[in-house]
């Protein structure tokens, strides 16, 4: 199934296709990610696709869009799990062959009575093993109209214990863990068994996953234990917590990676955005994807809850949007404007993105500001114009227009014209600057007028003043 260097680092992903990837997700995606990168070992993507009525296609594509987008390929696969299937049914009939399993014909309310009866005796409740072969043991007569489960024979005695990467030693009492169901009646195998079988096949070295599924962990553990497999290092991840400090879901904004996406984040800011929450590296806050991978360890990955932040994610991603290169950021930005209608092509939009990028924390915003080059213009309003372009007000635009009509066209020399305009008149600048950008833009407020004018362009200002 796989292959690699001896000894090789190998990670893995394996998230289940029945929805959106989740913020959570691709924390646990990246972590892993950056691990198997840092020690130029290999990142594995397992399709866990088992819930047969809850998985999609379309979630599959999902996830695998979201990998893309935040730049996290995998060395391999995607592996799909139900392409598996008679492989886990090949490792099932191995271990009840070898009696580390067996056939269980308890019904589910016959199970859950034990568990009931447990309670009431103050026991934890589980199923007792009745169908639980042992030396000298008689089997309940085998039922005829009911098809068995297989059951691991979990051990009874001792303990499970592993060195987490992140949280330390913990310790499972194997008293406490039931006999785990690893087939059902029909004989599709259970989530449990199916990721121990293609850890063990897929070589994985170190599991990096949330800390729900530490419980799962001594199960794991102890089915590839009689399997007489190499145990992976495993490392459980706290959750994300929303702002409120309750555990993030809808109720706190998107919680799908490619929401963020089309709200206008870059990746490369959700990416350090993402590994700063809940893994540092000293007190750097702003890192690339190649320091990441070069900084990366389990060591510093945080053994509490991390609170997810919106506005340090806007600081983040605006630190990037100002120090993209300008062409980059346009070729970013321009489709977004042509979903608003406008016209990308209509401007030079590198230089738009200059103007603009300083004061923006997403692409959606740098969109709607580039359509005041790129959109169609429509005027001021007339209660606007009506207020601020006044018979003086049109008589300095005129004066202005002839004098920059005369003038090199650009920023500097615009900016020049307009203080000349402004001392040979006694006027203050918003006594010009307004009526000149509503004259020109149709709107009160813009980016600097000399930029916005240098940008527009000679016909298009002159024109437009020269209709007021």
């Given at each position: 199934m796989t292959s690699s260097a001896p000894n090789a680092i190998r990670t893995r992903f394996a998230p289940s296709p029945t929805g959106f990837l989740h913020l959570g997700g691709a924390r646990t995606a990246l972590f892993s990610w950056a691990f198997a990168r840092h020690h130029k070992g290999v990142f594995v993507l397992r399709i866990e696709d088992t819930d047969v009525e809850r998985s999609t296609p379309e979630a599959v594509q999902a996830i695998l869009d979201s990998m893309q987008w935040l730049g996290m390929g995998p060395d391999e696969g995607p592996f799909y799990q139900m392409q598996h299937m008679d492989r886990y049914r090949e490792v099932v009939a191995q271990m009840l062959a070898a009696g580390t399993a067996y056939h269980c014909y308890s019904s589910p309310d016959e199970v859950e009575a034990m568990r009931e009866k447990a309670r009431a005796e103050g026991r934890k409740p589980r199923y007792d093993g009745t169908w639980r072969p042992a030396p000298g043991k008689t089997l309940p007569p085998v039922p005829e109209d009911r098809r068995?489960?297989?059951?691991?024979?979990?051990?009874?005695?001792?303990?499970?214990?592993?060195?987490?990467?992140?949280?330390?030693?913990?310790?499972?009492?194997?008293?406490?863990?039931?006999?785990?169901?690893?087939?059902?009646?029909?004989?599709?195998?259970?989530?449990?068994?199916?990721?121990?079988?293609?850890?063990?096949?897929?070589?994985?070295?170190?599991?990096?996953?949330?800390?729900?599924?530490?419980?799962?962990?001594?199960?794991?553990?102890?089915?590839?234990?009689?399997?007489?497999?190499?145990?992976?290092?495993?490392?459980?991840?706290?959750?994300?917590?929303?702002?409120?400090?309750?555990?993030?879901?809808?109720?706190?904004?998107?919680?799908?990676?490619?929401?963020?996406?089309?709200?206008?984040?870059?990746?490369?800011?959700?990416?350090?955005?993402?590994?700063?929450?809940?893994?540092?590296?000293?007190d750097d806050e702003l890192f690339t994807r190649d320091q990441l991978v070069a900084w990366f360890d389990t060591k510093h990955l945080s053994k509490s809850a991390s609170q997810w932040d919106p506005k340090k994610l806007n600081w983040v991603n605006a630190h990037y949007i100002k120090h993209m290169d300008d062409a980059e950021l346009a070729a970013r930005v321009a489709p977004r404007i042509v979903k608003r209608g406008g016209n990308p092509d209509a401007t030079d939009l590198p230089a738009v993105m200059g103007l603009l990028k300083d004061r923006a924390e997403t692409l959606e915003q740098l969109a709607d500001g580039a359509m005041l080059f790129c959109g169609e213009f429509k005027g001021a309003p007339a209660e606007l114009a009506a207020q601020h372009l006044t018979d003086p007000a049109r008589e300095a635009l005129r004066d202005f227009a002839q004098r920059a009509a005369n003038v090199e066209w650009t920023r500097e020399a615009l900016s020049a014209t307009i203080k000349q305009v402004l001392a040979d008149r006694g006027m203050k600048m918003p006594q010009l600057g307004i009526p000149l950008r509503i004259a020109v833009t149709g709107q009160q407020q813009t980016p600097a007028i000399d930029a916005v004018l240098a940008i527009l362009g000679r016909d298009t200002v002159l024109a437009r003043l020269g209709s007021v």
């Open positions: 068995p489960v297989v059951r691991f024979a979990n051990p009874q005695s001792g303990v499970t214990s592993w060195d987490d990467m992140i949280k330390g030693t913990i310790t499972f009492d194997n008293g406490e863990l039931d006999d785990l169901i690893i087939a059902r009646p029909d004989g599709t195998p259970t989530y449990n068994f199916c990721v121990v079988v293609d850890d063990w096949d897929m070589k994985i070295t170190h599991v990096l996953r949330g800390d729900d599924h530490v419980n799962n962990t001594p199960r794991q553990i102890n089915i590839l234990r009689a399997l007489g497999a190499t145990l992976p290092e495993y490392g459980h991840v706290p959750m994300i917590l929303g702002p409120d400090g309750e555990k993030l879901s809808k109720r706190h904004g998107a919680v799908n990676v490619m929401a963020y996406d089309d709200e206008g984040y870059l990746p490369e800011a959700m990416v350090n955005y993402l590994a700063r929450l809940g893994w540092s590296h000293g």
